[in-house]
């Protein structure tokens, strides 16, 4: 427990012992004051609620496993998907919200192209479902997610580039690619970094997963960034 949280702590016994002296010097019986109490606790702990949201400090890390690049049936993997699993870990105390999440992939000569997440994904479905997306493996819509302070949750997305008609569709060549994971939290005013990695459509780690198959998986070292 942080200093902030034996603080907040301390403030709820204090006032929950003013309560039960106020309530034994005027004469109280004990089925009201086992009421006020009880009354009393919930609003305790719906301060301590707002409170631990509010003041006490989250601090977002994320680490992302292996990376599936998904073309559907386009040639020469035109405009492709990626679909990344990711550990959100929330290493502060305080609670937090995911509110948005992107990718940035910068080609070699600088232009850089945004991911937006379309679907979460069901890892496992989908590695039994011979790495094809469809109805079974997509979980649900992207949306925002909350932390609870010290925890961990995992998750997986499809990514699709949002089109500028002044740079149009990725083409896959063998190029370097570098790629900045980056989210936004309900208390942020902006996109932060989360992670970083590089890959290269040659590198032999990137390979077709099977023949005519709509995938392809690639492993990459990865940093992080923790804010």
């Given at each position: 427990?942080?200093?902030?949280?034996?603080?907040?702590?301390?403030?709820?016994?204090?006032?929950?012992?003013?309560?039960?002296?106020?309530?034994?010097?005027?004469?109280l019986?004990?089925?009201?004051?086992?009421?006020?109490?009880?009354?009393v606790?919930?609003?305790?702990?719906?301060?301590?609620?707002?409170a631990?949201?509010?003041?006490?400090?989250?601090?977002?890390?994320?680490?992302?496993?292996?990376?599936?690049?998904?073309?559907?049936?386009?040639?020469?993997?035109?405009?492709?998907?990626?679909?990344?699993?990711?550990?959100?870990?929330?290493?502060?105390?305080?609670?937090?919200?995911?509110?948005?999440?992107?990718?940035?992939?910068?080609?070699?000569?600088?232009?850089?192209?945004?991911?937006?997440?379309?679907?979460?994904?069901?890892?496992?479905?989908?590695?039994?479902?011979?790495?094809?997306?469809?109805?079974t493996?997509?979980?649900?819509?992207?949306?925002?997610?909350?932390?609870?302070?010290?925890?961990?949750?995992?998750?997986?997305?499809?990514?699709?580039?949002?089109?500028?008609?002044?740079?149009?569709?990725?083409?896959?060549?063998?190029?370097?690619?570098?790629?900045?994971?980056?989210?936004?939290?309900?208390?942020?005013?902006?996109?932060?970094?989360?992670?970083?990695?590089?890959?290269?459509?040659?590198?032999?780690?990137?390979?077709?997963?099977?023949?005519?198959?709509?995938?392809?998986v690639m492993?990459?070292?990865?940093?992080?960034?923790?804010?």
């Amino acid at each position: 427990m942080n200093r902030n949280s034996a603080i907040f702590l301390l403030l709820a016994i204090g006032l929950i012992v003013i309560v039960i002296v106020i309530g034994l010097g005027i004469g109280l019986t004990n089925e009201v004051m086992l009421s006020i109490l009880i009354s009393v606790a919930a609003l305790v702990i719906s301060i301590l609620t707002i409170a631990k949201s509010t003041y006490l400090p989250s601090r977002m890390s994320i680490i992302a496993g292996d990376n599936y690049i998904v073309d559907p049936n386009k040639p020469g993997n035109l405009n492709p998907g990626f679909i990344i699993p990711i550990t959100f870990m929330n290493l502060g105390y305080g609670d937090c919200v995911v509110e948005t999440l992107c990718l940035i992939l910068t080609e070699e000569d600088g232009t850089k192209l945004l991911y937006e997440p379309i679907t979460e994904i069901d890892i496992k479905s989908l590695i039994q479902d011979q790495h094809k997306v469809h109805g079974t493996n997509v979980v649900n819509a992207y949306m925002s997610f909350g932390l609870f302070g010290r925890s961990s949750v995992n998750k997986a997305f499809l990514f699709h580039q949002k089109l500028d008609p002044e740079v149009g569709p990725i083409h896959l060549t063998k190029q370097s690619y570098h790629v900045s994971i980056r989210s936004k939290l309900l208390k942020d005013s902006k996109l932060k970094e989360r992670a970083t990695f590089t890959f290269n459509a040659d590198d032999p780690f990137f390979h077709s997963i099977n023949i005519g198959s709509v995938s392809y998986v690639m492993k990459y070292t990865y940093e992080t960034a923790m804010n």
